[in-house]
């Protein structure tokens, strides 16, 4: 949601914020993995119950990966690579964030957060798998509720202040319901696609 609204200034905001960045070339799939990395070890110290040093780690990891496109772009280093590479590690970061925190609560035998952790994790693996998808047909598919920004601060907010399983219940509920409207979005706009195909393929018969 917040990406949909402000997406578009960000790239502006930190070269503001952080122009060490930019004085001289770096490579932006260094920072993509660094990024991965750092996150990882969020995920460890959630699993064992560190929150407030994985909710730390979980704000670092997601600067890197914030500004990895940003630099990318302003050298003219882009590459159809870079843009795999941050995705899929996007995902194994989103899942090995959300299983730490399964793995935890298994461990102290709280089947309500666990529970909650599972469905957080199922539900955004669907959100981003469905954009995906869809973006192969349409050509963009709406952010809806809870997009990964949202996600990782939260889940940082939830370590860092001691409220996890608030956390936790807003993402299971927002995590879900933003399948649901990326599902309903594709399907309006895929409707659409095929409308217009079929009147496209009709001119041609004529």
């Not at 959630?46 to 407030?52: E, I, M, R, S, T």
């Not at 970061?93 to 957060?113: I, K, N, W």
């Not at 998808?133 to 939830?158: D, F, N, Y």
Request: glycine letters at 10%; proline letters at 3%.
């Amino acid at each position: 949601m917040l990406k949909e609204k402000f997406g578009h200034r960000i790239d502006h905001w930190i070269r503001v914020a952080l122009p060490f960045l930019f004085k001289r070339p770096l490579n932006p799939n260094l920072l993509t993995v660094t990024g991965a990395l750092v996150s990882l070890l969020a995920a460890i110290g959630l699993a064992k119950g560190h929150f407030l040093a994985g909710g730390i780690l979980i704000l670092a990891g997601g600067a890197f990966d914030l500004v990895d496109g940003v630099v990318a772009r302003h050298f003219g280093t882009s590459t159809s690579f870079g843009a795999f590479l941050d995705s899929t590690l996007d995902r194994f970061v989103d899942m090995a964030l959300l299983l730490g925190l399964v793995v935890f609560y298994g461990a102290q035998d709280e089947s309500v957060p666990q529970l909650l952790a599972e469905v957080a994790l199922v539900c955004s693996i669907m959100t981003s798998y469905a954009k995906a998808r869809a973006e192969v047909t349409i050509s963009h598919l709406p952010g809806g509720m809870l997009e990964r920004g949202e996600r990782l601060g939260l889940l940082a907010a939830g370590a860092i202040l001691g409220i996890m399983v608030p956390v936790l219940w807003i993402l299971a509920a927002g995590t879900l319901v933003t399948v649901v409207q990326r599902f309903r979005s594709a399907h309006r706009a895929m409707q659409r696609f095929d409308a217009a195909a079929r009147s496209g393929a009709g001119e041609d018969t004529r």
